[in-house]
């Protein structure tokens, strides 16, 4: 609303018999205003009265109660309205919970968002490790992916489980679509990889021992996400919602070999060739021109582990080569004696 000394200065102007179009100027309003204000009779009120005052606000049964609120807040910024509702009544306030929560809800600290740091590192450095669990008619299995964290290069595949195993050998696989291994890679808390997480209190990062085997043999370093921290692997989780919003979104999958077939056409023919949004470029090319001539080489032979069985035909979907089956006759140890028997005679 315009104040008082504009409308003042409109009533001289005109007194002068300037024109509107000179006055609108003067004023810095339109001339609509000027003929709305004279129309109405705005200029013949007398300017002397002062301004109609507001009504002050109508008190409220919590306002000797706002000072010991604004207390506990500060202490305790998390403290429920529930809880405070019953302070203030241990201290003679008997009006209700709504207002009490309105006046909460205005005046509680909010704490400022932790800063998501973009980060972005050198060709070869680092890939990112994640499974994202999918639903399909015939069951539930696990896309494995893997991304190189400069090229932003995938590597997707198919697996009914998430075990040790299921990892290695889908890395395994990922550093050949790759052709060469990256320094270290970043896993989430995975139980796989990361058996114990003592940081945040001033401890170390326990990883399995199998895995630590793995990556010596293939030459990388384990890197782990902080608990609650998984943020920091934005680079791959934000290719799972790709994979969900443009391959596995809309698809009809006729079982897991279609499936694995249609998901190795779009990484080669969609993912790796479209126009990444922060890096402007393709993941092919960028992968192909920068990247690939500084991976680590591939080891010369698979890692065979010790402890974990070979994977069976059945344990993922993507084909690959099959593990020779060794079939091992089981017979009780009564048999032994017997055949025993039969050399002494």
């Known amino acids: 609303m315009y104040d008082r000394d504009i409308l003042v200065l409109l009533r001289h102007y005109l007194d002068l018999q300037l024109s509107k179009s000179a006055i ?6 339109s001339r609509r205003t000027i003929h709305y204000w004279i129309e109405t009779g705005q200029l ?13 606000p109508r008190a409220q049964k919590l306002d000797p109660f706002k000072p010991l609120i604004q207390e506990r807040l500060t202490t305790y910024p998390l403290l429920s309205s529930v809880r405070l509702l019953a302070e203030c009544r241990a201290t003679g306030y008997d009006g209700g919970v709504t207002q009490l929560r309105e006046y909460v809800a ?3 600290p909010r704490p400022e968002p932790e800063p998501i740091i973009r980060f972005e590192t050198e060709p070869g450095v680092q890939a990112q490790f994640d499974f994202a669990e999918v639903r399909l008619p015939w069951g539930k299995r696990w896309a494995l992916v893997v991304v190189l964290g400069y090229s932003r290069l995938l590597y997707v595949e198919f697996t009914p489980r998430q075990t040790a195993l299921t990892v290695m050998l ?7 679509a790759f052709g060469g291994v990256p320094q270290e890679l970043l896993f989430d808390q995975m139980k796989a ?47 799972i919602r790709y994979l969900r919003d443009n391959f596995l979104y809309g698809r009809t999958f006729l079982g897991d070999a279609d499936l694995a077939d249609q998901g190795a056409r779009w990484l080669s023919d ?11 470029e ?8 920068d990247e690939r001539a500084v991976l680590q080489p591939l080891a010369a032979r698979p890692y065979r582990s010790l402890v974990l069985l070979p994977e069976s035909p059945a ?22 004696d017997t055949l025993l028997a039969e050399v002494g005679t």
């Open 44 to 56: 013949d009120r007398d300017l002397s009265d002062p301004a109609p005052r507001r009504p002050s």
């Open 24 to 29: 609108a100027a003067q004023l810095g309003i």
């Open 193 to 239: 990889v990361i058996v114990e997480d003592h940081r945040g209190s001033g401890g170390k990062l326990l990883e399995n021992a199998e895995f630590l085997r793995f990556a010596a043999h293939w030459g990388f370093r384990i890197r782990a996400c902080r608990p609650y921290r998984a943020q920091t692997k934005g680079k791959v989780e934000r290719p």
């Open 270 to 280: 969609v993912a790796n060739v479209r126009l990444h949004g922060t890096t402007k």
């Open 282 to 289: 393709q993941p092919l090319v960028r992968w192909a021109r």
């Open 315 to 336: 344990a993922r979907v993507s084909p690959r080569v099959a593990v020779p089956q060794v079939t091992v006759e089981r017979r009780a140890l009564a048999h032994y």
């Open 170 to 176: 889908g890395l395994e696989r990922a550093f050949h």
């Open 106 to 108: 205005g005046i509680r």
